[in-house]
């Protein structure tokens, strides 16, 4: 896969909530926390478990 596009993305209402986006060749993407780095959203299947849970 190679990278096609990255971003810093702020969204909320009041933009509190900011991640790195990574978009690749193949169409999917992956989001990163922009503080921490921890993987936050993926639209890889291969990813889902890794993703933190929503409980």
């Known amino acids: 896969m190679k990278v096609v ?3 810093i993305i702020k969204s ?3 933009e509190c ?7 690749y060749d ?3 993407f992956r989001q990163f926390d922009v503080e921490t780095g921890e993987l936050i959203g993926s639209s890889y299947d291969s990813d889902q478990e ?3 849970s929503m409980d």
């Open 5 to 7: 596009k990255e971003e």
């Open 12 to 14: 909320g209402q009041q």
């Open 17 to 23: 909530v900011t991640y790195r986006e990574v978009t």
């Open 26 to 28: 193949d169409g999917g």
């Open 50 to 52: 890794k993703l933190p």
